[in-house]
């Protein structure tokens, strides 16, 4: 078979389903492991993360490995519960929110049945839609980043509705009254997928008491710097956690990370200091931006989405990666194009101001 030839359609006698071979997959940011570069592509946290995570991964990795982990995370949901004033039964813990976006996408639609989500946002949602056979529809964001009333609008075989609050990779954020109104209006869950929610100044966790079909995914990922760790949770009323909790793996979080998760969670001090830091590089990274020329819209997330009105986006993702500097360039189709950057420390803020003024931003 030459590099050019078409996929497959079996390998030998295994068949592959027709939407598995139609799909391209969900394509992650660069991770370079060599090399020495300004990392700002993937929304990670530019800090260690707090001492306590790591004793207490190194305390559990001299404790029983050879046992299976407690297949629930039982100390981070008591821990987890304790922090949103909510009973255990409310959490499920995951390997890594992306984790729990499938779960619930493989509890809550069927083949050919549809999930809805705004767009441009997460990648991954049409990558699940697309893994179960099932349609997506994706509700255009408006220019201001806002949604219009096609959102809640009715549609047959609607199952599912993802929201990411703030999204990306526009770090806007809609405020909970709004979610709350939309999920009176709807007939189906609408996960509220806060992998972001630290960075701002509102979270939707209290809106599922109240709210039957409103589920809250939250990772350790981003303000916790727990990327490589592979932790997060959902809050969920208990009927729902008990349906979920079947379509997960059965060990699903490991003895390490739920260790080393719980630790991070109720070291609350740490996050509130990162979070401070991460605020205030943001104010940074958007005002040298602006300086720039960039349009810079404003963020309530650990990145900001930026558009300039002179520049050629991929040369100037291009010309930042030859200097050692990694952003995330997206193009979405019926949409536009323009730069992600997370926010780093200050060093690499200005390092990253730097090379564009050499570059002869603005121009
Ligand atoms: C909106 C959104 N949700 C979820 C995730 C996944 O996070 P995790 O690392 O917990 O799987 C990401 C990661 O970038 C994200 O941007």
Redesign the pocket.
């Known amino acids: 078979m030459t590099e050019n030839s078409p996929q497959p359609a079996s390998s030998g006698n295994c068949q592959i389903r027709e939407n598995i071979q139609r799909m391209r997959g969900y394509a992650p940011g660069e991770q370079p492991r060599v090399g020495k570069v300004i990392k700002l592509n993937?929304?990670e946290n530019p800090f260690p993360p707090s001492d306590k995570v790591v004793q207490a991964i190194q305390q559990t990795a001299t404790a029983a490995l050879q046992r299976y982990p407690d297949a629930f995370a039982t100390p981070f949901r008591i821990a987890a519960a304790q922090h949103w004033g909510v009973e255990p039964e409310w959490i499920l813990a995951g390997n890594?929110?992306?984790?729990l976006?499938t779960i619930l996408t493989r509890t809550f639609v069927g083949e050919n049945e549809k999930i809805r989500y705004p767009y441009p946002?997460?990648v991954?949602y049409r990558t699940l839609a697309e893994i179960q056979g099932a349609e997506y529809d994706e509700v255009l964001f408006r220019k201001d980043w806002t949604l219009g009333p096609e959102w809640t609008a009715p549609t047959d075989g609607l199952r599912l509705m993802f929201l990411?609050n703030p999204n990306?990779p526009s770090g806007t954020r809609f405020s909970k009254e709004q979610i709350r109104d939309w999920a009176d209006q709807i007939t189906c869950p609408l996960v509220v997928?806060e992998?972001?929610a630290d960075f701002s100044q509102e979270s939707c966790v209290e809106l599922v008491r109240d709210c039957n079909n409103v589920i809250v995914?939250r990772?350790?990922?981003k303000s916790y710097g727990l990327?490589g760790l592979?932790f997060?949770y959902l809050v969920a009323q208990p009927e729902l956690v008990t349906q979920l909790a079947k379509v997960k793996d059965s060990y699903n979080c490991d003895t390490l990370s739920i260790a080393a998760a719980t630790a991070a969670l109720m070291d609350q001090d740490w996050l509130s200091q990162n979070l401070q830091s991460i605020q205030s590089n943001r104010k940074l990274l958007s005002q040298g931006l602006t300086e720039c020329g960039f349009e810079v819209q404003p963020s309530e997330a650990n990145f900001v989405w930026c558009t300039h009105p002179k520049q050629h986006h991929q040369t100037l993702y291009q010309q930042l990666k030859d200097q050692g500097i990694l952003v995330r360039y997206m193009d979405y189709p019926n949409w536009g194009d323009g730069l992600r950057i997370s926010v780093g420390t200050s060093d690499q803020i200005q390092a990253l101001l730097a090379v564009l003024q050499h570059l002869g931003v603005p121009s």
């Open positions: 993937t929304n890594g929110s992306d984790d976006l946002s997460y991954l990411p990306s997928d992998a972001y995914t990772t350790l990922s990327a592979r997060g």
